[in-house]
């Protein structure tokens, strides 16, 4: 089967008057803050929260500490599976952009930050739920996460994808909870020291980190500089030398931000994590940002979403889906978009 999916990317701005769109996950940390009597309130902490933790990793030629302002956008991207026009939301993202008032610049960041996918939601609190219900104390199934990890991929090398975007995401989440974390020797000069998780190779973890190695993301944790915990980064190719400073730390302002107002315990606690780190959801020493989230209502609506998922995206194209995903070779795909890429650059340059 040698079928094109078509994708469309569209991009909604992430400021005081955001509302989610209608497709967008009530799950997702930004369309949380954006609801309720609370709303503006939040999304006006969080942008400032931003802006004050992107200064103060900008540090150098920025003596007041109010050189840098960050532009958020959510990037969504829909895919007609049957070409018939009816599309489906298969991810969110963030983009942000560097505004530089000193030299009056915009500034490109990073790509990806966040990471929301309503195939995800179905794949864990759906398919996983229910393999477990069966199956007890067993591992999850071989092909688990293998039809996102290649949807992923298509996007990646979708024209759609690449007309918009030069380089390929990072996606910045909380390290697990069910891991314990090494800290390391080795110290990079934004991201800050780097831990290993478990004592292990980088390939290999958490549920979390095995279903993004599908993917094609590799991940690796870094505590910045006046963090209170590390953060796990997930890439494709070179975290260190494929992005700038100001990108790697537009992705650590915006999501250590998130982080700090989703999960406190851990990212907004009193002391910092030691050379051996487990973290806890259940931490009692930290301090609140002050910022009004329904992390309960978050994991209700998973659940909800998941199956919302299986309604109208996984049943409905089942066939279409199974035929496509057992016919997709990553590396050849990958390899036939790089090639006609570069001939086209070689025209341009004739």
């Excluded at 931000?257 to 959801?281: H, M």
């Excluded at 299986?310 to 279409?320: A, L, M, R, S, T």
Aim: glycine fraction near 4%.
């Amino acid at each position: 089967m040698n079928k094109e999916f078509s994708c469309s990317i569209k991009r909604i701005h992430f400021d005081e008057n955001y509302h989610p769109a209608d497709s967008t996950r009530l799950t997702t940390n930004f369309a949380n803050l954006a609801r309720g009597e609370h709303r503006q309130e939040n999304l006006h902490k969080t942008l400032r929260m931003i802006n004050n933790r992107f200064n103060a990793l900008a540090h150098w030629d920025n003596p007041t500490a109010d050189r840098y302002s960050v532009d958020v956008d959510i990037i969504s991207v829909d895919m007609d599976i049957a070409g018939k026009g009816d599309s489906f939301p298969i991810i969110e993202m963030l983009q942000t952009t560097i505004i530089d008032h000193k030299d009056n610049t915009r500034i490109d960041g990073m790509i990806g930050n966040s990471f929301s996918s309503y195939v995800r939601d179905y794949d864990f609190s759906v398919v996983l739920l229910d393999h477990f219900a069966k199956n007890p104390a067993s591992a999850p199934p071989e092909d688990f996460g293998d039809l996102h990890g290649k949807l992923f991929h298509y996007l990646l090398n979708s024209e759609a994808y690449q007309a918009n975007f030069t380089k390929k995401p990072v996606i910045c989440l909380s390290v697990s909870s069910n891991k314990t974390y090494q800290r390391t020797t080795n110290q990079h000069p934004v991201l800050g020291v780097e831990y290993r998780q478990d004592g292990c190779s980088l390939n290999k973890g958490s549920l979390t980190d095995e279903y993004f190695s599908k993917m094609g993301l590799t991940v690796r944790y870094f505590m910045p500089a006046n963090s209170a915990a590390p953060l796990a980064f997930y890439f494709a190719g070179d975290l260190l030398s494929d992005y700038t400073d100001l990108e790697l730390i537009s992705a650590i302002a915006t999501m250590e931000t998130f982080q700090k107002i989703y999960r406190p315990e851990i990212y907004n606690a009193n002391s910092t994590a030691g050379e051996v780190y487990q973290p806890s959801l259940k931490y009692q020493d930290y301090s609140l940002t002050q910022i009004v989230y329904d992390r309960a209502e978050r994991s209700q609506m998973a659940v909800k979403q998941g199956k919302f998922t299986e309604e109208q995206f996984i049943k409905p194209y089942q066939d279409i889906l199974d035929e496509w995903a057992a016919s997709y070779d990553v590396a050849s795909h990958t390899a036939k978009k790089e090639a006609v890429k570069e001939k086209a650059v070689k025209k341009q340059a004739a």
